[in-house]
């Protein structure tokens, strides 16, 4: 590639947020070079286990010893890696990180990022969640409030498609839906308890998912949801968004996308005489060479731990301790949401009834504490939500009968009773003490310092906890569900892989890292659109409001651009 080229934008990292900001640049006319560390996927061509079964794999998907060891913090998460989508998850012994508090780090490395493998909840904040941190004096003021992003969350929703249902709630505003999945029956008697025999206003409604649901033929070059329930090996129909089924797609048909994969950005290029970014620096992943290249404008879409490694590594004369650093607020304020805590039960009864399909979502359950005075918690602020699901066990709960011969043959056909489990989402509180850092001894690979990580639960964090399995509990008991089990593993923050901040968004360049517009306030040819400019954390997954967020940056980077505010 010819260095010499200046591009109009340079977009870093094509996940969930990158292949927004490819597509409304590229769209606008602005020449993108678009930047990924891991290698080429392409849709539908490169999801090579999309159409395996179980049985296709030696050990049933689990992963072999030298795996285990291969994929050491991924296996954290208990439900992933398997043989199936291992290629979309780092290799840990490849990508060390230093953990000074433990931090499960949950990454994919590869054209389209973790879009390829994200839930697909997709849920919006309301001005609850923007304004919280000023009405409690926690951090610093969000500068923009549920007005200003409202009309990026229609573009966004009706551009990815989002299935759900309108609920009027004040905490989780609608969106634009189409139509929703259907609830299974127990889920069904679950809503129906929790409204007759609690009086805070408990909701239960199918998650909002960024799937294509009904007819939706206008969703260009996607077709509708299969039910496979194989989403994170790459879905060949573009049921689900992602970035290699959609935005990407959109930004190469303009002309105007320059895609690079295997390019590792170390480095934002600071001009100390123009006082702008001139372009990024990197280094070729497989061959290790290192290379600039020049751009007016630089979106950093890398995510959020990725993005924040790369402005402290920018230093200059100007930013001794990182790019856009003046505030010292730089890595501090990490977040993640509650994960890995909840309840389960047995539900007696209804074994007339089945699914139809693999429902790829679940139920969702929105906040319903700390909204007003009736419902105020004394121990701690913020507030939580619930992701769960109900199914029919299956044939395994036959081994332990004392069957044979035909009667064993029969329990082997038949499913097995109905079970429920639900998972706790609560929000982290964003400490300034709560840190990452680049470690001054430990490198990678590519000869680049280590990302370090000092990230804890506080007590707020703990109190909540607490009444997250209360909740649940009592919710599960008040829908008549038997043996209900509360569950809490062990794990660090970044497990949700919800990770965010550590540049975060602020009116005041004193205390913050990027202004209203995504930009960074001292250098605002650089926007951060990524996990990392979030102030706080709501409790409902992030990934449709980075979408927002991005889109809306790109239209502005455009609309300067066309000024000639960064010529």
Known sequence: MDQEIEYDAIVVGTGISGGWAAKELCENGLKTLVLERGPMVEHIKDYKTMNDDPWDYPLRGRLSKEDLDKYH???????????????????????????????????????????????????????????????????????VRYKDISPWYDKVEEYIGVSGETLGLKQLPDGKFLPPMELHC????????????????????????????????????????????????????????????????AAERTGNMTLRPNSIVYEVVYDEVEKKATGVSIIDAQTKEKMTFKGKIVFLCASAMASVGILLQSKSKRFPNG?????????????????????????????????????????????????????????????????????????????????????????????????????????????????????????????????????????NERNMRVDIKKQIVAMLEAAGFKDVQPYEGTHGPGLGIHEMGGARMGWDPKTSVVNKNNQVHACPNVYVTDGAFMTSSSCVNPSLTYMAFTARAANHAASEFKKGTFS
């Open 73 to 143: 913090v991924q296996k954290r998460l208990g439900w992933a890696p398997q043989e199936d989508v291992k290629h979309f998850f780092v290799n840990d012994l490849e990508h060390p990180y230093v953990e000074t508090k433990r931090f499960d780090w949950i990454r994919g490395y590869q054209v389209g990022g973790r879009s390829l493998t994200w839930g697909r909840q997709s849920y919006r904040w309301s001005d609850i969640d923007f304004e919280a941190n000023k009405k409690e004096n926690i951090s610093v003021d969000w500068p």
């Open 186 to 249: 127990p889920e069904k008697d679950l809503k129906k308890a929790m409204a007759e025999k609690f009086d805070d206003n408990r909701v239960l409604t199918i998650g909002r998912a960024a799937h294509i649901t009904g007819n939706a033929s206008d969703i260009e070059g996607r077709g509708p949801c299969q039910y496979r329930n194989r989403c994170w090996r790459g879905c060949p129909y573009g049921g689900y968004f992602s970035s290699n089924s959609s935005t990407l797609p």
């Open 323 to 459: 790019l856009g650093n003046d505030s010292d607020a730089l890595g501090r304020g990490i977040m993640d949401h509650h994960y890995r805590l909840g309840a389960r039960a047995k539900v007696d009864g209804r074994e007339d009834s089945y699914t139809k399909g693999r429902r790829p979502n679940g139920f969702y359950i929105p906040r319903f504490v700390n909204l007003d005075e009736k419902t105020k918690k004394d121990n701690y602020v913020r507030g939580f939500g619930y992701q769960g699901s109900a199914s029919r066990q299956d044939w395994s709960e036959s081994v332990a009968e004392m069957g044979y011969g035909e009667e064993l043959t029969k329990e082997i056909l038949e499913p097995g009773g109905w079970q429920i489990g639900v998972t706790g989402f609560g929000e982290f509180l964003p400490y300034d003490d709560n840190r990452v850092t680049l470690s001054p001894d430990k490198k990678d690979a590519w000869g680049l310092p280590q990302l370090a990580f000092d990230v804890e639960l506080k007590e």
